[in-house]
C-alpha cells in the first residue's frame, strides 16, 4: 500500500467533513460517499451529533474494487 507522501504527491488536498461513527477508531481512508467536501478550513466545522469531523484530505484515488478513496492528512478538531 502507498504511503501518505506519495499519494499526496500526485493528488490534491481538500478540506471535508468526514462521517465516521467513530472518530477516534476509524481508518485513514475513505470511500467518496463519506466525503463532503468543503471550500474552506472555516466551512469544515464539525457536526458531532451527525457523525461528521473535519479533516485535511487528498485524493481520490481509485481502490483494487474500483471505489474512489481519500486519504486522511490529519484531523481539524
Known amino acids: 500500500m502507498p504511503t501518505i507522501q506519495q499519494l499526496m504527491q ?5 478540506y ?3 462521517y465516521t461513527p467513530n472518530k477516534q ?3 485513514k481512508r475513505f470511500p ?3 466525503v463532503f467536501k468543503m471550500a ?4 469544515a466545522k464539525a ?4 457523525n461528521l469531523y473535519p479533516a ?3 485524493g ?4 483494487s474494487e474500483g471505489y474512489l478513496l481519500y486519504y486522511l492528512i490529519e484531523w481539524l478538531d
Open 56 to 58: 485535511l484530505i487528498c
Open 47 to 50: 457536526q458531532p451529533d451527525k
Open 32 to 34: 467518496e460517499n463519506c
Open 60 to 63: 481520490p484515488a481509485k481502490s
Open 16 to 18: 471535508a467533513l468526514i
Open 40 to 43: 474552506s478550513e472555516q466551512e
Open 10 to 14: 500526485g493528488s490534491t488536498t481538500f
Open 25 to 27: 477508531n476509524s481508518r
